[in-house]
């Protein structure tokens, strides 16, 4: 079955640990996208890439680093320096850059202790 | 700039009642794209409808509708006889070239 998965579906840190949230996606999309989600919010854009090896940051970038050094696989680390990392972490990919529609993955919440 | 706004945050209504969820957007670009994604409480979000903005021809899915018009820069979503599975939240995006603009939600309680 095509799709998105990531892992693992919850995950427990201790604060000042860097900790890396994995997506992997079989669909053949281009371009992947990671999100993050506060309860009660919309989803921000974190950081996105279009193709293998090249990646840009979204509106919340800071804290966070990201790789892409496969078509299928874009992870999302979360550093010591993001200053509020709990949250709920969503993958997104799509065909091509422009207009069409996103896919999502199951996402991860993240606790920091 | 872009933005896309869900005013309402929270609704409830009683099973098989019919409810609308509203979008109002804001862009200068000619040519964009329009999505509704709903978010059940497993958190995926699952894609729904998408809408370029030379098409506005309503859309129907069931018992779901599409309202978009351009003259109010609003593409509302609505649920006829709303049962207790469309309970999740949804959401409203625009595609500008690059990225996806989402609006903050609306939470939809369906109750039995």
């Known amino acids: 079955d095509g799709g998105i998965t990531q892992s693992p579906k919850y995950l427990f840190r201790k604060e000042g640990q860097n900790v890396t949230l994995s997506c992997e996606q079989n669909?053949?999309?281009?371009?992947m996208y990671w999100y993050r989600q506060d309860p009660g919010q919309g989803l921000r854009l974190i950081y996105y890439?279009?193709?293998?090896?090249?990646?840009q940051k979204g509106d919340i970038a800071e804290g966070y680093s990201v790789s892409r050094e496969k078509k299928e696989s874009f992870p999302l680390t979360v550093t010591s320096a993001q200053k509020n990392p709990t949250a709920f972490y969503l993958c997104?990919?799509?065909?091509?850059?422009?207009?069409?529609?996103?896919?999502f993955g199951p996402g991860t919440r993240l606790t920091v202790l | 700039a872009q933005k896309v706004t869900q005013a309402q945050t929270e609704i409830s209504v009683v099973e098989k009642e019919d409810v609308t969820l509203d979008c109002v957007y804001e862009?200068?670009?000619?040519?964009?794209?329009l999505f509704w994604y709903k978010q059940p409480p497993s958190g995926e979000l699952v894609f729904l409808i998408r809408?370029?903005?030379?098409?506005?021809q309503n859309e129907i899915s069931g018992r779901y509708s599409w309202n978009f018009q351009k003259s109010t820069s609003s593409f509302n979503f609505t649920i006829t006889a709303s049962q207790v599975v469309d309970s999740a939240v949804y959401f409203c995006a625009l595609s500008g070239t690059y990225k996806y603009i989402f609006g903050t939600g609306t939470r939809l309680k369906v109750l039995a």
């Open positions: 809408r370029n903005s030379f098409d506005e």
């Open positions: 669909l053949n999309h281009d371009a």
């Open positions: 997104a990919s799509r065909f091509e850059i422009t207009y069409n529609e996103q896919f």
């Open positions: 862009t200068r670009d000619t040519t964009y794209y």
């Open positions: 890439s279009q193709i293998v090896n090249d990646f």
